[in-house]
């Protein structure tokens, strides 16, 4: 079975730090993404990366940034928490067909339940 | 960018009937596929039924069945004969090379 890994299940910081939420994944897969997911809005995709060293812009990108040095491995970075980044993170993780679109589906980590005070 | 609209954030249902959520989702692409993923209390995002936008044929899985219609930009999902355990929220998505995830849809189910 393949397994996402996210590093803590509950986090809390404090405003004005610096937090990383790891993400590790044991299929060799070539895209992850990070999403947080708030009531009513469902989740939102903050950053996608479909390769090692590369990453695109989700809808939601300010106020964080990823890194993906490995395959495996796909960080996200709060520079400068903040209250209003209070949320729940869930990674992901999918291989890639040939070619677009990719109708691979995804498969999730349990999440992270950040608490910023 | 690609849109995904679930007008029903909360639904009942009592057990052994049947229940319909819906979605609908904007984009100018003509090939993708669409998702229907369960959350239970765990938070594990389980994949329930998958539809590539190429085949007419709406996909099924067991109790889980969708209505696809893509000239409408509609994808609903049936659940039939409920069960206890179906109680999840439920998010529609669409995916051609990212993934993008409606706001939900509450499910109880009643026994």
């Known amino acids: 079975d393949v397994k996402v890994t996210q590093s803590s299940r509950y986090l809390v910081k404090r405003t004005g730090e610096k937090v990383f939420l790891e993400c590790v994944q044991d299929?060799?897969?070539?895209?992850m993404f990070w999403y947080r997911q708030d009531p009513g809005l469902g989740l939102r995709l903050i950053y996608f990366?479909?390769?090692?060293?590369?990453?695109e812009k989700g809808d939601i990108p300010e106020g964080y940034s990823v890194s993906r040095e490995k395959k495996e491995r796909f960080s996200l970075i709060l520079e400068s928490a903040s209250t209003n980044q209070t949320s729940m993170y869930l990674c992901?993780?999918?291989?890639?067909?040939?070619?677009?679109?990719?109708?691979?589906?995804?498969?999730f980590g349990s999440g992270t339940q950040l608490s910023v005070l | 960018a690609q849109t995904v609209t679930q007008s029903q954030p909360e639904m009942s249902v009592q057990e052994a009937e049947t229940v319909t959520l819906s979605c609908t989702y904007d984009?100018?692409?003509?090939?993708?596929?669409l998702f229907w993923y369960k959350q239970p209390p765990s938070r594990q995002m389980i994949l329930v039924i998958r539809?590539?936008?190429?085949?007419?044929q709406n996909a099924t899985e067991n109790r889980f069945s969708v209505n696809f219609q893509k000239a409408a930009k509609s994808f609903s999902l049936k659940i039939s004969d409920s069960q206890l355990g179906d109680a999840a929220m439920y998010f529609c998505?669409?995916?051609?090379?990212?993934?993008?995830f409606g706001a939900g849809t509450r499910l109880t189910v009643k026994p």
């Open positions: 992901a993780s999918s291989s890639q067909r040939t070619g677009a679109p990719s109708g691979e589906k995804l498969f």
């Open positions: 299929m060799d897969h070539e895209n």
């Open positions: 990366s479909y390769d090692v060293k590369m990453k």
């Open positions: 984009t100018s692409e003509s090939d993708y596929y």
């Open positions: 539809q590539e936008a190429y085949k007419q």
């Open positions: 998505a669409y995916r051609s090379n990212d993934m993008r």
